[in-house]
Structures are given as C-alpha cells and as structure tokens.
C-alpha cells in the first residue's frame, strides 16, 4: 500500500534537490491513488516549472485551482508563470485574484 503523506514528502525533498523528474514521479504515484489531492497537483506543478515546462505546470495549478479555490500559492505560481511566458493579458486577473 502506497503511504500517501511519505510520498508526497519525497516528491517535495527530490524536487528541492533538483531531482524534478523524479519528484512528478512520486507526485504521479500519489495521484494514481488520490486523483483529487490539491497538493500533489500544486507540487507537481513546481516541478514542471523547475523543468521550464511551463504550459504543463499552469495546467496542473489549474488542476489544483479546480480542487481548492482558496489555494493561494496556486494562483501566485500560476501567475508568476505566466508572466514567465510573457502572456501577461492573462496574468494580470490572476495577480488581482491573488489579492483578494
């Protein structure tokens, strides 16, 4: 049996040690068991935007989004994105909804 929480946490410490590949690995294996986690999609995320690849890493924020509104962090990630992507006509609801 998969330990949720253990691999959710390994996927944070591969991706703080650059190891992204690895830490969507782990985040791939939390989600094969909980599809509908916030964080493992928010985390993932960050992965694929430390492998600068950014449209993967808006749809998984935006997967998280979809889950949990509220999700602060998202939204600035998202955000800081698309900025990154020079689309800055969609950025700058996003920066407003971050505000709230």
Request: some cysteine; charged content about 25%.
């Amino acid at each position: 049996m998969l330990n949720f929480p253990a691999h959710l946490n390994r996927g944070i410490v591969l991706n703080q040690l650059g190891r992204s590949e690895e830490a969507i690995a782990s985040y791939d294996e939390v989600l094969s068991i909980k599809p509908a986690d916030p964080d493992a999609w928010y985390n993932r995320g960050v992965a694929l935007f430390n492998l600068e690849r950014y449209e993967e890493s808006i749809a998984n924020y935006e997967r998280a989004l979809a889950l949990t509104p509220s999700f602060y962090e998202a939204w600035f990630n998202r955000a800081t994105t698309l900025l990154k992507l020079d689309r800055s006509e969609e950025r700058s609801p996003v920066m407003t909804r971050c505000l709230r």
